[in-house]
């Protein structure tokens, strides 16, 4: 599996075989790209589960009307052959943003087991003016 982006506002992903050539049943024509609505999206880390759904986590930022900057944790979840899971996410749409100490969270790694999807990286704490290790979880 293989996690990157293009432009800043699509997460793209691949699924390569076992000799390095792209898989042509992954998504569309071997990659799919997702918007992760207004923002823009880097994706860090990819996981697959038990029931061979494919998740993938990193950072979404975006900027609000007054330029203030905003970075959360970002999970994205894909079926096995590489469609968005629309079971996944608050909204249906296979995404789930959080933000963390005030915006400015980047995830880095993702461990599943069971029915959890528990995310690990880091965010500024901005009132003490450092980065901090930060974990969530969720349920699939």
């Known amino acids: 599996n293989t996690a990157g982006h293009k432009n800043n506002a699509f997460g793209a992903y691949a699924l390569a075989n076992g000799n390095g050539s792209y898989n042509d049943a992954f998504g569309y024509a071997a990659m799919n790209k997702v918007k992760v609505g207004e923002w823009g999206m880097m994706p860090f880390a990819v996981g697959v589960q ?32 590489g469609m968005v899971d629309t079971a996944f996410g608050p909204d249906r ?3 789930v943003k959080t933000s963390i100490l005030n915006g400015q969270a980047i995830a880095k790694g993702v461990v599943l087991y069971g029915n959890k999807i528990t995310v690990s990286g880091y965010a500024m704490d901005n009132a003490r003016g450092f980065y901090t290790g930060a974990v969530v979880q969720y349920n699939q």
């Open 93 to 95: 749409n296979g995404i």
């Open 50 to 81: 038990s029931d061979k759904k494919i998740v993938t986590v990193g950072r979404a930022t975006s900027y609000d009307s007054q330029g203030n900057f905003d970075q959360r944790f970002v999970a994205v979840r894909f079926t096995e052959k």
